[in-house]
């Protein structure tokens, strides 16, 4: 797995308010501290630098972040019909086809709204448990997730006000208010619960899918055709197989909003406690145990354009990751810029799940994108690094351009993408159908554009 451990540039929440309290620092030495870190922070997030950081003592962060990330993985094995009266329950959606028994994610979406307030009480509660009498399953697994719906906004709302306050520091750095004003006048943002499935999740979910298909009277003769078909679709490898030789959970991209926050990940150990048989009637009983990252870093992976090279993140623990989106390239005019990244997968252990919520932050789908300002080299940077030639390089610097051409060859360009005076809604199809579609660059891709 190439690229070195990157540690982030470290903001604390406190330092985050000072900038936006309006206050005037008394001390010299104080107002000097703050200037340095603020264009520490425009320089960290600018061409020049990674493209993220961390800010660190989000108050509240923490507490949420633990109490909602481990729910991902049990929301990811729940049988279909709970899962999808949980999620409306809590009024939570999902962009990944959950039915879909080869799935390497399961991703629980929301949009949040700005002008929309945390709720001390869950829906759960509101409505008790919301389920029909004599459905003890469902009710218990009403009572495991009863505050499903308000870690999740709890989360999502201390991540947005800590992406309002960036904006607002990076705006007043570069200068204007073009970032902070475009979240505002968007008014929503995604919020998203994802689970990276261990290998042992999809033995857990197709073993839990041939049991339902027993019970609803399907011979095993027949259950043993399905298996076969399932050969034949997906080659003589077994689901498993596939999963343990795959080097990522998500293939190398952009996000195109303005800032993508992120949860420093959570990672589980998983077993199937009580496995399931075609002779036998048990339920599926999933456990999974908090163990710290195999590698000590995040397996969130970067290409640093400037250093021409990959790097693997490392962040503090309970800290939010901050990182650069399209949107925030072109609106700052280059002076921030996108981070082009992907998920590794560690190769062992193979009963490892990454848990990780995510807040996209992006303009108003009306906002118009001018060109006129933008550095055209930015542009087209993609193309050109496309089409270098590797044959009179130095033999040190070969590999290095191998790598950056075969993410270039998956990654498609800016310019292939964007066109002056278009809007945020058409640049975002343009770039899901580039990278998505039927002919995109990974149409066959891990996660099918679910960001990080």
Known sequence: MAGDAMELYELTYSDLLLFTANEVVESADESQRMESVGRMVVETLGPNGPGLLAVTEVPGAATFRRNLLPLSRKLALLNNEDRKKLLKEHELGSDVPLKNLERVVSSFAKNLKYDKRFESNSSCERNQLGVVRGDESFEADCVLFKNLGDLFNGLGYCMMEV????????????????????????????????????????????????????????????????????????????????????????????????FTMLTVPMFLLSSNCKGITEESEDSCVPCDQETPSPSGHTYLQIFHANKDQTFMVKAPPESLIVQVGEAADLLSMGKLRATLHRVCRPPKPNNLSRETFVVFLQPAWNKTFSLSQYPLEHLHLNDQRSRLCTKDLPKGEKESDKLSQMIRSIVPSLSSRLRDGMTFADFSRATTNQYYGSKGLQSNGPLNGIAS
Do not use: P
């Open 163 to 258: 992406g309002l306050h960036l904006a607002q520091i990076c705006d007043k750095f570069i200068g204007g208010h073009e970032l902070q004003q475009s979240l505002l006048e968007s008014g929503t943002a995604k919020g998203r619960l994802i689970h990276y499935h261990s290998t042992i999740d999809n033995e857990i979910i197709k073993e839990a899918a041939n049991r339902r298909v027993k019970k609803g009277s399907k011979t095993k003769n027949q259950i043993k055709r399905n298996k076969k078909m399932d050969s034949k679709r997906f080659g003589s490898e077994s689901c498993d197989e596939k999963l343990s030789d795959s080097t990522m959970w998500q293939q190398w991209h952009y996000d195109y909003g303005i």
